[in-house]
């Protein structure tokens, strides 16, 4: 069965830097695309990355671009989300989410609306 786990949130003051992890099982790893996903206190989920190791594409926010960067290991299957230069508007809950990008489709992760599977948040809480 596909998992992921996210993991690596905290708190820490703005200006600073955090690595979040999403380790996978269960699949493909490199028939996969994948997002990271936000949801703040009173505000609706918004994605703010994503990557696909099938076709190569990245995709960025304009909220975290420059900021972030999103990145993945073949070796652990393991998805990796950078941040740095953190604000307090950063503060969320962060998700990782996976879908299989080998089917028909328009090649890039930006076009995809749909992620099958999904793991737990890790929260991030950026101070001033």
């Known amino acids: 069965e596909v998992q992921l786990q996210a993991s690596g949130g905290g708190t820490l003051l703005a200006g600073g830097s955090l690595k979040l992890s999403c380790a996978t099982s269960g699949f493909i790893f490199d028939d996969y695309a994948f997002a990271w996903f936000r949801q703040a206190p009173g505000k609706e989920r918004e994605r703010i990355s994503c990557t696909s190791n099938f076709d190569g594409s990245t995709f960025y926010s304009d909220s975290v671009k420059g900021r972030f960067t999103i990145s993945s290991d073949s070796r652990k299957n393991t998805v990796y989300l950078q941040m740095n230069t953190l604000k307090p508007e950063d503060t969320a809950v962060y998700f990782c989410?996976?879908?299989?990008?080998?089917?028909?489709?328009?090649?890039?992760?930006?076009?995809?609306?749909?992620?099958?599977?999904w793991g737990q948040g890790t929260l991030v809480t950026v101070s001033s």
């Open positions: 989410a996976a879908r299989d990008d080998t089917g028909p489709g328009i090649v890039g992760c930006e076009t995809h609306r749909v992620y099958d599977h």
